[in-house]
Every structure is written in C-alpha cells, then in structure tokens.
C-alpha cells in the first residue's frame, strides 16, 4: 500500500470506502458521524486503524508502540486522530475545515453508531471544563444538577494537568460515589507557546486550543456518545467539534448577566472607542444594562495591546456558534440584565442565540462525618460571630497587604477563620494553577505575636478551606471575599453578607452589583488592586459587617436573595423551568439531526 508524502495512507478514497461497507460488516467496521474506522490495514510495518472520509485521512494506534517513527513526535496518548491532507488536495486550514465540515453534513454514512434513541434512553450531556478551580467547581455543579435533578447522564471533559491538591479534594468524593463519569482529555505541552509574562486568560486560551485534537479524539472512543456538548467560557473554538459529531452545543458562563452582556458587547465597544478603557472619562455604555465604569472592566480590557484582549474578544464573538447560553444567575438577582440579553434590539443583534438563567448552582456541604478541628471551634463560637476570610482559589496578597489585614482584623476585635497563603508580589491570580501547593504551615510572614495575641479569637487555615461547609455554618456571620462568583453564589446562599475585596477577572463587577445594586456588602474605598487597604478601613469594615446597623441591614437583604435562591431552583422556580426548556431544546436537535 501507497503512503502520501504526510505519512499517511493512499486510498481511493469513496470506492475503498463503499466496498468495505458492502462486505456485510464482518469485519467489525464503527461508524461516527466524522469519519469511518476501516479495518486494520499493513502500513509501514505497522497495525493501525486507518479512518477517512471523502479524501481525509487519520491513524488510530492501538497503543503508543504501535506508531510509525515520523508519528511519534506528533502522539503523547493513543487514540489520536490525525486528519492528513493528500498531496493533491493542499489547502489552508481554514479551507479544510469549510470544506470538511460540508462534506459531513452533505456525504455522511447513513448507518453509524449514534447514541441510544431519546425514547429508551436519558439524554447524555458532556460538559467540558477548562483548568483551574474556578472553573472546575462550577462545572461540576452543573452536571450535579442536571444528575440529580433533571435525570440526565453526565461526563466532564477535563484537560489533564498538574492538578492542585485542592482539585483532587473537589475531585475524589465524586470519583468515589460515581455520581458523575469523569474523563481525562491526554495534556498538551504549552510551553513553548507561553512565557512568565503570559496572563492567565491567555495560558487558558492556548491550553483550550491545544487540546482540541484530544478532545476529538476522545469523544469519538465514546461509547455511547453524548448527545450535546455544554463548554464553558474558555472552550468557545470547541463548538465546531460539536458540529463534527451532530451534538447540540452551548456555552456555560459560570458568572453574571451583566458580565455575559459586556462580553458578547465588547466587539461593538471596540469599534467604537479610542485609546485605552480605563482612560475613559465616561461609563462605558451597554444596551439596556447598567454602564461599566472605567476602572471596573474585566482584566482582558485592562490593555488593549495585550493578547488577552484579542483572545477576550474572540470569546465574546464565538458565543454567538452555540445553540444557546446557560448562565449561572437567576432572575431576581439580575432582572435587569437578563431582559437585555433577551429583550434589547441592539444587543441581541450581538448576541443572537437564546439565553438561559439556571442558576444559582453551588456545591453542597459535604456529609457530616468526624468533625474537624476547625467545626469544632466553630460550634463553640456564638451565632454570627465569626468573619471568614478567603480569596479563592487564585487570589493572593502581597506582604504589606497580609501585614495590614492581619493588623486590621486584631485591631476589630472581632473572631475570625482566615484561610491563609504566602505573599506574592506577582500579580493578584498568583495561585490559579497551583492552589493548595507549596505551604508546609509556617506562617512567618504574618506580624510578630500575632497568633499569641488572637490565638482565642481566630482561627487560621493554610492555603485551602472546606468553605462550602463553613459558610453554611451558624457562627459565621461575615465572609471578607474576592467576589470571585463562585464564592459570592456560595455566601448569598447561605444569607452571608460581604466585604467586597475584588483581586482579578469580573470580580471588580462583581464586587460594585454587590455593593450598588444588591446592597449585600462594603467595599474599601479604593480597589486593592491600586492601593494597599490600610488597617483602619480593614477594622472598620469589619465592624461595619459584624457590629454595626449597617451590617444588620445587609444581612437582611442576603437573607431575602438567599430565599429567592431556593425559589428559582425549586421545581416550579425560573431557573429550573428555564433549565427543562434547554433539555426539551437538546431533545428536540437531536432527534432533528438523526432525521437527516
């Protein structure tokens, strides 16, 4: 057999195809909606599994060994599929992937594999997850509710990684129960494409694209195969793999409305402005939604030059390729907002597809087993005393900054648990990729005396907390927090007002829907970011929270979110009937496409 000069192999491509077809299956040919697995063919030596469609071409190996030498550079992990280019059919990428794609949809083989029909089976929905704890934990969420509360079959899609010891904690309850069916995509090396310099938004972007060749290749070894593709922020170039496969696809944005709306708007804002965002004089304006002022956009506006901003605005162009948009909000928290998305001409000239609140979805409290040092502490503290203080999964704080909350927390007087971590004068996300790492509990970087002195009142936690379980806690009655959205869903959940310290991402958004249009928190006079928060606004924040009216009122007010909450997710709230139309619309595309 003829090799092409790629490597790979020469075949007539239709007629090979339509007379392997024709030999009555017997020797087990599995067809996909991308491509056809042939028999095992002789190449170079070699077993493989030779797939093509029209004059496509890829190689499945058996296992590592397997593969010819000019191949292995190019494989970590069988099974890949590599789509292989004849000599007389060079085109630009771009080009094949037109051109492949209307092949799949005007040439597909009429007998496939295809997953169990909607009558007999439930629907089975893969959702892909990019790194990271803040991403990672709100997926999760999501293919809990739909398991639990919508009779669905999930698998998570996640990229491999060095993944934090936090991770693994989130990771091996599920594991272990087999509540959801998890499957690795093989790692990629990014390392040449990134330096120390690279953001994090931009490292995601990078690692979402590099995996693409193994998420196809591992939602093509599926068995069954899902039914729809759900990826979330980062995993936006993913949709087109959805296409490949005949799998509805949509976009999960574990944040808000009024982000979701500056995102998707962020192109127009593009076009239209000069010089930097954060230059501007006036709020930036987004249709039907509350302005953005200057110093609030999200980290990827911060400079325009920066290749975080073009990889930002890709994102918020490539939503509009999905079949809808699952938010993790719900109505009575963003009424506002949701109505642009789904109401305002000008923005839905932008965005285009259907938009979906379900939220809010949070972890639930793990079940109670021995109890721990720190909820035995906490069971002796009186009702709503005790601030916590954490700064996710990535947040970090410089020395001076450690200095000051330490300073400003004793000088409160008020009890504390304060998950703690190293200073870093790197930038604010400094523990995204490695939370949970690299402390062996020496806590030399906090003031001199300070656990002598507060050792009655407080409680510190190195690097990582259940923080699920202790805000649902009964002593706790502050959380001192980043604003990351996660946290923020976790603490109107549990009816706990806020201090409002935005580090990195929306948080800034966040942290002003809090303050300004929820009422559920303060906020330092000026952001963190810009200046060291000194001890005496630390203090009398704290107060404010836990002593004064003031922080009564607050509570008051996440109490009522926190009922609106469990309304919106009940069987008859908003966000479940919102979450059952988007199942009806999966159930209604997929029976569509295997039609055609």
């Known amino acids: 057999m003829s090799t092409s000069r790629r490597g790979g192999p020469s075949l007539s491509c239709t007629a090979q195809i339509q007379n392997i077809l024709d030999e009555d299956l017997k020797t087990n040919v599995s067809y996909f909606p991308s491509e056809i697995l042939v028999p095992e063919l002789e190449a170079n030596e070699t077993k493989l599994k030779v797939c093509a469609i029209d004059d496509y071409y890829g190689i499945v190996g058996i296992n590592q060994k397997d593969f010819p030498t000019k191949l292995q550079s190019r494989v970590e992990k069988p099974p890949f599929l590599f789509h292989l280019i004849p000599p007389e059919r060079e085109e630009t990428s771009m080009q094949v992937r037109g051109r492949r794609s209307a092949q799949l949809k005007r040439d597909r083989p009429t007998r496939r594999l295809s997953t169990v029909s909607m009558e007999n089976s439930k629907l089975h929905v893969a959702i892909l997850s990019s790194p990271g704890m803040g991403h990672l934990i709100p997926v999760l969420n999501l293919g809990n509710r739909l398991l639990s509360h919508h009779n669905v079959d999930i698998t998570i899609l996640l990229p ?12 091996k309850p599920l594991t272990d129960r087999n509540q959801l069916n998890i499957i690795e995509i093989p790692p990629v090396d990014i390392s040449s494409l990134v330096n120390p310099k690279t953001t994090i938004v931009t ?30 922020l980062f995993g936006t170039e993913a949709l087109p793999v959805a296409d490949e496969f005949d799998m509805p696809k949509y976009v999960y944005i574990a944040s808000t409305a009024w982000f979701t709306a500056l995102t998707t708007y962020c192109p127009v804002l593009d076009e239209k402005i000069e010089g930097q965002y954060v230059d501007q004089r006036t709020p930036l304006k987004i249709p039907g939604c509350k302005p953005v002022r200057p110093e ?3 980290d990827p506006m911060l400079d325009r ?13 490539e939503f509009r390729l999905s079949d809808g948009i699952l938010l993790n909000t719900w109505e009575d928290l963003e009424p506002i907002s949701l109505k642009a998305l789904r109401e305002n001409g000008i923005l839905r000239a932008v965005v285009k597809v259907p938009v979906y609140d379900i939220g809010p979805l949070r972890r639930p409290a793990e079940p109670a087993g021995s109890k721990s040092r720190l909820i035995e502490w906490l069971d002796v503290q009186p009702s709503e005393s005790v601030i916590y203080i954490s700064f996710g999964s990535g947040g970090t704080l410089s020395a001076q900054q450690i200095n000051e909350l330490a300073w400003g927390l004793e000088m409160s007087q008020q009890r504390f648990v304060w998950v703690v971590r190293p200073p870093t004068e790197g930038g604010a996300d400094g523990s995204f990729f490695t939370v949970g790492n690299g402390s062996d509990g020496t806590l030399d970087y906090l003031p001199d005396g300070f656990l002598t002195r507060t050792h009655s009142v407080g409680l510190l936690i190195p690097q990582w ?10 002593s706790i009655g502050g959380f ?5 959205w996660n946290s923020t869903l976790e603490s109107i959940a549990s009816g706990i007002p806020m201090i409002a310290w935005p580090l990195y991402a929306e948080q800034r958004l966040n942290a002003t829907m809090l303050t300004e249009e929820l009422g559920v928190a303060v906020r330092p006079e000026v952001l963190p970011t810009k200046k060291v928060v000194g001890r005496e606004e630390i203090e009398k924040m704290v107060r404010t929270l836990m002593q004064y009216t003031e922080g009564k009122a607050m509570r008051d ?40």
């Not at 491999?160 to 990771?171: H, R």
């Not at 030059?305 to 162009?317: A, H, K, T, V, W």
């Open 296 to 298: 609030d956009v999200v």
């Open 557 to 596: 007010r996440v109490k009522e979110l926190k009922h609106s909450a469990e309304k919106a997710l009940s069987n008859e709230g908003s966000s479940y009937k919102s979450m059952a139309v988007v199942l009806e619309d999966c159930q209604r595309r997929v029976q569509s496409h295997k039609k055609e």
């Open 203 to 232: 490292q995601l972007c990078i690692m979402m694209r590099a995996v693409l060749p193994g998420l196809r290749s591992t939602i093509a070894a599926m068995n069954p195969r899902p039914d729809v593709l759900i990826v979330d």
């Open 305 to 317: 030059n920066d290749e975080q901003y073009r990889e930002y605005l890709r994102l918020g162009i």
């Open 480 to 484: 001192l927090s980043h604003c990351g």
């Open 160 to 171: 491999a990684t060095n993944s934090s010891p936090a991770e693994s904690k989130v990771l």
């Open 465 to 474: 907390g259940p923080q699920v379980e202790i805000l649902s806690h009964q």
